[in-house]
């Protein structure tokens, strides 16, 4: 059975930082792009950010590029993602997924793999 289980959520303040981690069991992903998604009440998920199998190429969501970083390691099959200098409009339930590519991907639909979420709730 193949599950993807973050960890690393919870209450920080504007401008504070958190660490959410992700690790994948029931298979290896190191040959596919892993990526991170955000849904915030009442509000479609969207992309956070994306990385290729090798980890060498990244992509981000304009309004996160600079103050979040993915990171993986391929020997553990996790995926992170270091959130700084976090803002109230970062509040949201976060999800890692798996994708069915090599190649970062931006779009859902290239996920087939998904995380059932952990909580970021970022106080004013």
């Known amino acids: 059975q193949v599950q993807l289980v973050e960890s690393g959520g919870g209450l920080v303040q504007a401008g504070g930082s958190l660490r959410l981690s992700c690790a994948a069991s029931?298979?290896?992903?190191?040959?596919?792009?892993l990526g991170w998604f955000r849904q915030a009440p009442e509000k479609e998920r969207e992309f956070v950010a994306t990385?290729?199998?090798?980890?060498?190429?990244?992509y981000y969501a304009d309004s996160v590029k600079g103050r979040f970083t993915i990171s993986r390691d391929n020997a553990k099959n996790t995926v992170d993602l270091q959130m700084n200098s976090l803002k109230p409009e970062d509040t949201a339930v976060y999800y890692c997924?798996?994708?069915?590519?090599?190649?970062?991907?931006?779009?859902?639909?290239?996920?087939?793999?998904w995380g059932q979420g952990t909580q970021v709730t970022v106080s004013s």
């Open positions: 997924a798996a994708g069915s590519i090599n190649y970062p991907a931006k779009a859902l639909s290239f996920y087939d793999y």
């Open positions: 990385i290729n199998w090798s980890g060498r190429m990244t």
């Open positions: 029931g298979r290896t992903f190191s040959s596919r792009a």
